[in-house]
Structure formats: C-alpha cells, structure tokens
C-alpha cells in the first residue's frame, strides 16, 4: 500500500515500473538533430523537428541568437522537457521534472551563464540596468538592492513555476485514479462513468500543460537572455 506522493519516489519501484522509458527517450534529442541529413523528411521526422522549429524562431528575434551555439542549448532544454512532462503522464513512469532537484539544476546553469555572459560582455551597461531610468536619487540604493534580489530569485521561480505546476497535476491524477479504481467495486456504475469522464478529460488538460510548461520555461530563459545579453 502507497500513497498518492510515492510516485516522486524515484526509489519506489515496482515490477511494472518502467524507469528505462526516460533513458530511451533520451533518444528523440539525437533524432532532431540528425534530420538535416535527409533529403526528403517524412510526416514523423516533420513533427518531430516541429519543436525545433519553434524555439528557432523565438530565439531569433531576441538578442541570445548572438550568443554562439544558444538557440541549439534551448532547443534541447526544450526537447529534454517535452519529453520528459509527457513521459511522466505515462503510469508507472518516474516524473523527473517534478522535482525541485532536477529543475533547480536546468534553471540555474542558464541563469548563471547568462548574467556572467552579460556582466563579461559590458560590466557598466549591467550594472546602469539594476537602476531604473528617473529613478529619485534617495531611492536608488533601495531600487538597486531589490532589483539585485529580484535577479537572484529567477532560477528559483523559474524551477518552482515548473516543479509545482507538473507535479501539482500529477497528484491530481493520482488521487482520480485512486477513487476511479475503487469505484468499480464499491461504487454505482453512473459514478464510474463521470469519473471515467473526468480522469479522461483532466489527462487532456495535463498534456496541455506539459506542452505548456516546456515552452514557458525554454521561453523565460530566452527573455532573460534578452535582458542581459544586449
């Protein structure tokens, strides 16, 4: 017997557990990469090198593209976590982005990469953009303390925003399957079906928000490239 938090038990397994999922889904980060070597791509090689395609044009109108080799990092933060929200809707599959230990260590290295990339680049113009512009002088060093605060709590939002939205849903789905299961024994049949509907219908709206999700956090890292990079 186990409760509804031990699937963010990575050391919870079980005889249907199927934990080697994510590492051969590891896999579809080589396919996106290696499709520029056909000729003609087919209908799968399309849809799978359409998330490709959308963080090439995001990337390309902010200011990171001039950071060599940025837009090809985002794409596969963004692969990596595409596939690994959808992945964790499967049972039995290990969530791993719902956890603060592996998010926290996505959003951190681009962050710090980022501001040093930015602090590098032009110290002074970084340091003019902890201040706002017509700011009251007597408010400046104030203004600057919490700007300085504000930057620093961006790999811990950033990872949070992800952790707590994926593994908010995961619960969700759990404590549904908890009461569908059970209802077919205990419950009426007319009980069953709406929780079958609403198991159905919440699913559709979690791989929604695992699409989402992705996107959000490749899409943040982009703006915060816009802001220190130029």
Known sequence: MVDIFSSFDDHNMVFLSFVSVL??????VMVLF??????????????????????YSQVFRSFGKNLGGFVNVVV?????????????????????????????????PFWFSLILSGFMNNMYAFVAGLLPGGAPTSLNPFLV?????????????????????????????GLIGTYLSSSFFCYPLLITLSLII?????????????????????????????????
């Open 198 to 230: 609403i198991q159905v219908i919440y699913f559709m709206f979690e791989f929604g928000v695992s699409l989402i999700q992705g996107y959000v956090f490749s899409l943040l890292v982009t703006l915060y490239a816009d802001e220190h990079t130029h």
């Open 23 to 28: 590492w051969l889904g590891t896999l579809w």
């Open 145 to 173: 303390l919490v700007e300085s605060l504000s930057i620093c709590m961006r790999p811990i939002t950033l990872s949070v925003r992800l952790a707590a939205n994926m593994g908010a849903g995961h619960v969700v789905l």
């Open 34 to 55: 290696s499709v520029d070597y056909w000729v003609i791509g087919s209908r799968w090689l399309v849809m799978m090198n359409s998330p490709k395609q959308i963080i």
């Open 76 to 108: 596969g933060l963004f692969s990596f976590l595409l596939l690994t929200n959808l992945l964790g809707l499967f049972p039995y599959v290990f969530s791993s982005t719902s956890h603060l230990a592996v998010t926290f260590s996505l959003a951190f």
